[in-house]
Structure formats: C-alpha cells, structure tokens
C-alpha cells in the first residue's frame, strides 16, 4: 500500500488549503481512512476519520467547523479541506489507512502511513 499526500503550503492565517491523499495498493473502498498532524516536538495527534463508504465522518473538537474530511473512492483519494487556519494547526499533515471498522482515532489502529505534507499558517 502506497499514500501520497500533497497540498501542504504555506498560508496566512485564515485562509485555506486542501490536502489530498493518493491511495494504491489495496481495495480503497474497504477501508477507514484519517488524518493526523504532527507539529514541531508533539506528539502525532489525530484530526479527522472518514468511513470506508463516506458515510460517517468524525473530527476532533479543534477543527470542527473549519476543516472537513472527504473521499472519492472512484478515484481512490481521501482530501482536508482545511478553512480559517490558525497558526496552531502548523504540522506535518500525515494520511493513513485503518486497520478495522468502527470510528478510530488512535495511531495504533492505521497501518499504513502517507509521507506527510508541511502546513504552516503565518500569523
């Protein structure tokens, strides 16, 4: 299984970008997928889940309202569109896939990892 994630930039505060996150290697539409973040010496911390399906979709509280987690399984690639950014969601954003059903926030439920993509929100 390969990820690639792309979109990451540099972007002033309150503006937007959009992460995109290629999948290969096994049957997409089988799986959960989420994104996580990691900024400068933190932990990875999740941000958001989508279902296999599209059809259930969770956030963590920091970014509800301003970033939302998507796919398109005909294509094989799941997005962040990432609204009115704030300085503190600078990080390394990582795509990964899980490894079982059910809503999953936790690193230790995805088995396979994007490279990550860089954002970083000047204030």
């Known amino acids: 299984v390969q990820l690639q994630a792309s979109g990451g930039g540099l972007v002033q505060a309150g503006g937007s970008l959009r992460l995109s996150c290629a999948a290969s290697?096994?049957?997409?539409?089988?799986?959960?997928m989420g994104w996580f973040r990691q900024a400068p010496g933190k932990e990875r911390e999740f941000v958001a889940f989508?279902?296999?399906?599209?059809?259930?979709?969770h956030h963590v509280d920091s970014v509800k309202g301003r970033f939302t987690i998507s796919r398109n399984n005909a294509q094989n690639t799941v997005y962040l569109q990432m609204n009115s950014l704030k300085p503190e969601d600078t990080a390394t954003y990582f795509c990964?896939?899980?490894?079982?059903?059910?809503?999953?926030?936790?690193?230790?439920?995805?088995?396979?990892w994007g490279q990550g993509t860089l954002v970083t929100v000047s204030s």
């Open positions: 290697g096994r049957t997409f539409s089988t799986y959960g």
């Open positions: 990964a896939q899980g490894r079982r059903v059910g809503i999953i926030v936790t690193t230790q439920d995805y088995d396979y």
């Open positions: 989508i279902s296999a399906t599209g059809g259930t979709t």
